[in-house]
C-alpha cells in the first residue's frame, strides 16, 4: 500500500515537472500562461495587468495567472520577461518605465526594452497627477514653485520609482521653474499613497487612480494635471499648462509587451483580444472611473512611443535631473 | 465598519462550505505537523503555498493560519506524550507536562495545554477584532523613520531571544540580510551579490531558503537519531481535569493569555518568547513553584495558552502594517500578494471579508481543534510512531515540488538543496536559524525604510531620533540589548534556553 502510494505520488512530481517545460508544438495557449506585473497589487499598473489577465483569460479559455515582480522601477519585471520564454506564455503589463524609461535612466538595466522585448499594444493612458498632503506647505504648484525657490533643497515630490512617468514629470516641472527638487521613489503607488496619507511626505506625482477617491474625500489636495486638458474625473484640478507653463503635457502609458521574438500571431491575437476589450462601452466607463483612456493600439505604433519616450528623457538624464537616488 | 457588522461579515465569509472546509484541512494538518517532531509549520506552509494559488484569497489565508495555528495544539501532544518538543514553542511544555504524564496524568495535562490553548485563542480572536483596526488607524502615522525602528527591534528581539550565544544570533543575522540584499537594488536597479547568474537577479526566493532550512534541513537532522528514536508514548487515562486541577490553571490560563496577546504583537518575538515568559512569571508566583518541572499543571496551562495567544496576535502587525514579525508571517504576506493584495492599513476597508473572515475563522478553528485534540488524541498518538523511512522520502518529494513550482525553476530546487546541508549544518553547530531567515525578510525592507527615511530628511540621521515612536522604539531596542549584557539578565537568558536543548 505504501509503496503504491509513494509510486503515485512520483508519477504525479514527474508530471508537474514536465508541465514547466514549453510544449511548443499544437495550439496556443495550450496551458496557463502568466501575466507579469511590474509593480506591487493595488496600484494602477497592477490593476490595469489584472485586467488584461481576466480579459486573455475569458477570451482564450486558459488561465493566465498575474505574477508580482516589484522593485527597481519594473527593472527586477523586465529582467523576468527578459529572460522568459518566446512562446507566449509569458508577457508583461507595466507603466512606461521598465519598457522604455530605464533603458536611459538606469545605468545597470540586466536587459535593453527596446532588444529584448517585443511590443504588443499600449492598453491605456492618463495624465499624471501631482497631490499634496494635507498638511503640505503649498496649495498649489505655484505655492509649491514659491516654496521651492525659498526654500531651496526642501522639496520632495514623491514617485512610485526611478524613471516612472511621475519622476521624469516633475523633473521636467522642476526643470522649467528653475528650482531644486528632491525626488523620492516608492516601490509602487500605494505605500507612496500611505505615507502621503500620514504627511510623512508633502508632494506627489503619479498615475491618478489610487489618488481619485481620496482627491475626493478631500484627505489629500489635487494640485495639478500633467495633460494638457482638465480630466473629466477632477474637473477642479488646473492643468500644470494652466498654472504658468504653457504647453507641459506630459502623459503616462501603460503597455503590454513580450520576450523578443515573440510569434506574430500570438502577439496579434492578444492585440486583438486587449483592442475587443477596450472597444466595449463597459470597458471605456471602467478604465474612465480610474482616471485613464483605452489605447489599443499596433504593436508598431508602441514601438515608437516606446522610441519617442526614451528620446524625450535621455535629454534629462543627460542634464543630470533625471538618476537613480 | 463597526465590530459587530465586522463579525457578521466574519461569520458569513468563514462558514461558507469551501472555507469551512479548508479551515479545518488547515488545523487538522496543523495538528499533524504539530504532532511530528521535525516537521514544522513554516516547511509546511513552504510547501503548501504554491498549491494555494489557485484558491480564493479568503480560503488560502485561512487554511494558511490554520496550519499555523493548529501546530501550535499539536506540538504540545508531543511534548507531554513523548518528552519531545512536536514544536519550538512546545519546548517548556515538556517539562511538566512529560512529568504529569510519567505520574500517570497524562489526560489531565494534554486536557490542560488544550482548554489553555482555546481559551487563548478565544481571547487572542477577540483582541484581533479589536486592536486590528485601531493600529490601523495609527497606522498612517508610521512613517519610513518609525518603520525601520520597528524593524531594528524585530531583529534584536530575534536575536536575544534565538539560543546558543548572542555573538553567533548576530551572526546569523548579518549573513540573512547579507542572503536578502542579493538581487537588484529596488532603486537604482543595480546587481548585487548575483555572481553574475541571472538566476540571482530576482534575488532569493526566501520560501527557498525556508523548506531548505527547516524542511529538508529538519529531515537530515532526524535521521541522525532515527535508531535510537524511542517509541515511549505514555499512556492516555481519563481527559478530565478534577475540581483541583481546574482551580490551579484558571489563574495561570489568564495570565498566560495576556502575555501571549501582548507578545505576539511584538515584531521578532514570534511565539516561542511568550512562552518562555509565561512559564518564567508562572514559576515565580506560583504559590506551588516547587513543583515546577516536577509535573505541575500551571506549568503545562500558562505556555500553553500564552503561545496559542501569540499565535493568533502575530497576525495584527502583518495584516494592518504589512511588517511580518516571524518567518511565519512573511509566508502569510507572500500568499497575500500572489492573489493581489497588498496587507496594509487599508486591507480593513479594501477586504473587510478576507480580514473578518480570518478573524472568525482563528476561532472557529480553536474550536475544531479542542474537539480533533482531546477525544482524538489516540489517533495523534499514533501518528508520531510512523516509521520516518517512510515520512522522510515523502517530505523529500513535496518540498522538491512546492520550490519548483513557485517559479518553474531548477535553480531553486538546487538552492533549496544547498540551504538544506546548510540547515543541517547550523544544527550541528548549535547556531538557530530563525534570525538568519527573519533577516533574509526584515533586511531588504529595513534598507528601503532606511534609505527612502534618508532622502526624505536630506540626509539628516536625526529623524530616527526626534519622531517619538521612533525614539520609543529603539530605546526598546537598546534596553534589549542592553539586558543582555547585564549578568543576571544573561543567567536567566541561559537557564531558559538551556532547558530547551
Known amino acids: ?325 | 465598519m463597526d465590530i459587530f457588522n465586522g463579525l457578521m461579515l466574519g461569520f458569513s465569509t468563514a462558514t461558507t462550505f469551501g472555507n469551512f472546509l479548508y479551515c479545518f484541512l488547515g488545523v487538522l494538518l496543523g495538528t499533524a505537523v504539530g504532532v511530528l517532531p521535525g516537521l514544522g509549520p513554516i516547511a509546511t506552509i513552504s510547501m503548501l503555498l504554491p498549491f494555494t494559488f489557485g484558491l480564493p484569497v479568503d480560503t488560502a489565508l485561512i487554511m494558511l493560519a490554520g496550519i499555523f495555528y493548529g501546530s501550535q495544539y499539536g506540538g504540545s501532544t508531543t511534548a507531554i506524550l513523548m518528552n519531545l518538543p512536536g514544536e519550538a514553542s512546545s519546548v517548556v511544555t515538556t517539562l511538566d507536562g512529560h512529568e504529569m504524564a510519567k505520574q500517570g496524568k497524562a489526560g489531565r495535562a494534554l486536557a490542560a495545554a488544550a482548554i489553555g490553548s482555546f481559551f487563548a485563542g478565544t481571547v487572542g480572536t477577540l483582541f484581533i477584532a479589536i486592536a486590528a483596526p485601531l493600529l490601523a488607524g495609527l497606522a498612517l502615522t508610521f512613517g519610513p523613520a518609525e518603520y525601520f525602528s520597528l524593524i531594528v527591534l524585530g531583529l534584536i528581539t530575534s536575536m536575544v531571544l534565538a539560543s546558543g550565544s548572542l555573538l553567533t544570533a548576530l551572526g546569523m543575522a548579518l549573513f540573512g540580510m547579507m542572503l536578502g540584499m542579493i538581487g537588484t537594488d529596488v532603486n537604482s536597479g543595480a546587481a548585487r551579490f548575483t555572481f553574475g547568474t541571472p538566476n540571482l537577479l530576482d534575488g532569493l526566493d526566501f520560501v527557498v531558503v525556508a523548506t531548505g532550512v527547516f524542511g529538508l534541513g529538519e529531515v537530515l537532522a532526524n535521521l541522525e537519531n532515527e535508531r535510537s528514536r524511542s517509541a515511549g508514548i505514555a499512556q492516555v487515562s481519563s481527559l478530565f481535569p478534577t475540581r483541583e486541577d481546574w482551580k490551579r490553571m484558571a489563574a495561570p490560563i489568564l495570565r498566560g493569555t495576556g502575555i501571549g496577546v501582548l507578545l505576539g504583537v511584538l515584531p521578532g518575538a514570534g511565539v516561542l518568547l511568550a512562552s518562555f515568559s509565561a512559564y518564567a512569571l508562572e514559576k515565580k508566583v506560583s504559590r506551588h513553584s516547587a513543583e515546577f518541572g516536577k509535573g505541575a499543571i500551571e506549568g503545562v496551562a500558562a505556555p500553553e495558552a500564552a503561545n496559542n495567544a501569540a499565535a493568533q496576535t502575530c497576525f495584527i502587525p502583518m495584516l494592518t502594517l504589512g511588517l511580518p514579525g516571524t518567518a511565519t508571517m512573511a509566508l502569510m504576506i507572500g500568499a497575500l500578494v500572489v492573489q493581489g493584495v497588498q496587507p496594509g492599513p487599508e486591507i480593513l476597508t479594501q477586504q473587510p471579508a478576507l480580514f473578518w473572515g480570518l478573524v472568525v475563522s482563528m476561532w472557529l478553528g480553536n474550536l475544531m481543534l479542542l474537539f480533533l485534540n482531546l477525544p482524538l488524541v489516540g489517533v495523534w498518538a499514533k501518528l508520531i510512531s510512523v516509521p520516518y523511512h517512510y515520512l522522510f522520502p515523502m517530505i523529500c518529494v513535496f518540498v522538491a515540488i512546492g520550490v519548483y513550482s513557485i517559479n518553474n525553476s531548477v535553480f531553486d530546487v538546487y538552492m533549496m538543496a544547498l540551504f538544506g546541508v546548510l540547515g543541517y549544518f547550523f544544527k550541528k553547530v548549535g547556531a538557530e536559524p530563525a534570525p538568519l531567515i527573519l533577516a533574509m525578510i526584515l533586511g531588504p525592507m529595513a534598507e528601503e525604510y532606511l534609505r527612502r527615511a534618508l532622502l526624505i530628511s536630506h540626509g539628516d540621521a536625526s529623524v530616527f531620533f526626534t519622531s517619538p515612536l521612533s525614539l520609543g522604539t529603539l530605546i526598546v531596542a537598546a534596553l534589549l540589548l542592553l539586558s543582555i549584557i547585564s549578568p543576571r539578565f544573561r543567567k536567566v537568558r541561559e537557564e531558559g534556553l538551556q532547558e530547551v536543548d
Open chain 1, 1 to 325: 500500500m505504501k509503496r503504491r502510494e509513494f509510486m503515485v505520488l512520483g508519477g504525479t512530481a514527474a508530471l508537474l515537472a514536465s508541465s514547466g517545460t514549453a510544449w511548443s508544438a499544437g495550439k496556443w495557449p495550450s496551458k496557463p500562461g502568466v501575466v507579469i506585473s511590474a509593480y506591487p497589487p493595488g496600484g494602477t499598473s497592477d490593476i490595469i495587468t489584472r485586467l488584461v489577465a481576466d480579459v486573455l483569460t475569458a477570451k482564450f479559455g486558459q488561465q493566465f495567472v498575474v505574477e508580482n515582480h516589484a522593485g527597481a522601477a519594473g527593472a527586477l519585471a523586465g529582467g523576468k520577461l527578459a529572460r522568459a520564454a518566446a512562446d507566449g506564455y509569458t508577457i508583461m503589463v507595466s507603466g512606461s518605465a521598465p519598457i522604455a524609461a530605464n533603458k536611459v535612466v538606469q545605468k545597470n538595466l540586466a536587459y535593453d526594452p527596446q532588444v529584448d522585448f517585443t511590443p504588443i499594444t499600449i492598453v491605456a493612458e492618463s495624465p499624471a497627477l501631482l497631490t499634496a498632503s494635507a498638511s503640505a506647505p503649498a496649495k498649489s504648484l505655484q505655492e509649491l514653485i514659491a516654496y521651492a525657490k525659498a526654500n531651496p533643497g526642501k522639496v520632495n515630490i514623491g514617485n512610485p520609482g526611478a524613471g516612472t512617468k511621475g519622476h521624469i514629470a516633475a523633473a521636467i516641472i522642476g526643470q522649467l521653474a528653475g528650482v531644486e527638487i528632491n525626488h523620492i521613489p516608492y516601490k509602487g503607488s500605494p505605500p507612496l499613497l500611505t505615507d502621503l496619507l500620514g504627511g510623512h511626505i508633502h508632494f506627489a506625482l503619479d498615475a491618478p487612480s489610487n489618488y481619485l477617491p481620496h482627491v475626493r474625500d478631500s484627505k489629500i489636495r489635487g494640485l495639478a494635471v500633467t495633460s494638457l486638458k482638465r480630466t473629466s474625473e477632477l474637473p477642479d484640478v488646473p492643468t500644470v499648462a494652466e498654472q504658468g507653463f504653457k504647453d507641459y503635457d506630459q502623459t503616462l502609458w501603460f503597455g503590454a509587451v513580450g520576450p523578443k521574438g515573440m510569434p506574430a500571431e500570438i502577439v496579434n491575437a492578444i492585440q486583438g483580444a486587449i483592442k475587443e476589450w477596450t472597444d466595449m462601452p463597459a470597458t471605456k466607463e471602467k478604465l474612465t472611473s480610474l482616471g485613464l483612456t483605452a489605447v489599443a493600439n499596433t504593436p508598431d505604433q508602441m514601438r515608437v512611443s516606446i522610441q519617442k519616450e526614451i528620446e524625450s528623457i535621455r535629454p534629462l538624464v543627460d542634464a543630470g535631473l533625471v538618476q537613480p537616488t
